[in-house]
């Protein structure tokens, strides 16, 4: 499946897009060697925001069902689709958080990995 056939079936611009079997490019289109090996793409689904990331990830669980088809597709041939959250805290604050089992269900319903990333804010100490 191309890349391109990905984001006109969601109706989003990927950030980053490539399909399996084109030649492999950079970011600014130099080319390199070899050809891409899967295709992968890259959606902004919601921008950051101040709150709790499992409000952001319920709020995009309306939006993820619409596609229920296209993720399902995906899955049973092989590929995966990956909820990939960034949460940003104060380096001076703890933080942790609980994903209600109605979510983690409603993702895995929908063959959709969860992947969290926690970044540690600077602050000017």
């Keep these: 499946m191309k890349f391109q056939s990905i984001a006109k079936s969601i109706s989003l611009a990927p950030v980053i897009g490539y399909s399996a079997g084109e030649i492999r490019t950079t970011p600014k289109g130099q080319v ?6 899967a295709t992968f793409c890259v959606f902004e689904l919601i921008e950051r925001d101040v709150g709790f990331f499992t409000d952001g990830v319920e709020q995009l669980l309306p939006l993820l069902a619409r596609h229920r088809e296209l993720l399902s597709s995906i899955a049973a041939t092989g590929g995966s689709s990956e909820l990939y959250v960034g949460v940003f805290v104060d380096k001076s604050e703890t933080t942790g958080f609980s994903v209600q089992a109605d979510t983690m269900a409603a993702l ?16 000017d100490d």
């Design 32 to 37: 390199l060697p070899g050809v891409n090996p």
């Design 108 to 123: 895995a319903e929908l063959s959709i990995q969860l992947s969290v990333e926690i970044y540690l804010e600077r602050t």
